[in-house]
Nanobody
Framework: QVQLVESGGGPVQSGGSLRLSCAASGRAVSTYAMGWFRQAPGKERELVARISRSGGIYYADSLKGRFTISRDNAKTTVYLQMNSLKSEDTAVYYC????????????WGPGTQVTVSS
């Protein structure tokens, strides 16, 4: 079992950057597929980026080039670097740890709010 806590969210102006962190305890994040998801008001939760146990990375097509997912060498934290933020990036961002890349019944963090103002 793993416990996840996100941090780094907050208000930011359009065009700005934020770096989200997901701290894991209980088990190393390298033993899971790790992902960042987001949920905007009135919308379904969507996958932003994911990193496999072996380090393979996938991004949602609409976010390629602006967001970067990474995992630290100690394998206890996963990051999401977000650049050139837009108002439509406003959402609660969640970290997830899954047994597979399909993230069926993953562990979730409580989420961190990102608010981009124009």
């Amino acid at each position: 079992q793993v416990q996840l806590v996100e941090s780094g969210g907050g208000p930011v102006q359009s065009g700005g950057s934020l770096r989200l962190s997901c701290a894991a305890s209980g088990r190393a994040v390298s033993t899971y597929a790790m992902g960042w998801f987001r949920q905007a008001p009135g919308k379904e939760r969507e996958l932003v980026a994911r990193i496999s146990r072996s380090g393979g990375i996938y991004y949602a097509d609409s976010l390629k080039g602006r967001f970067t997912i990474s995992r630290d060498n100690a394998k206890t934290t996963v990051y999401l670097q977000m650049n050139s933020l837009k108002s439509e990036d406003t959402a609660v961002y969640y970290c997830a740890a899954g047994a597979t890349l399909t993230f069926v019944r993953p562990y979730w963090g409580p989420g961190t709010q990102v608010t981009v103002s124009s």
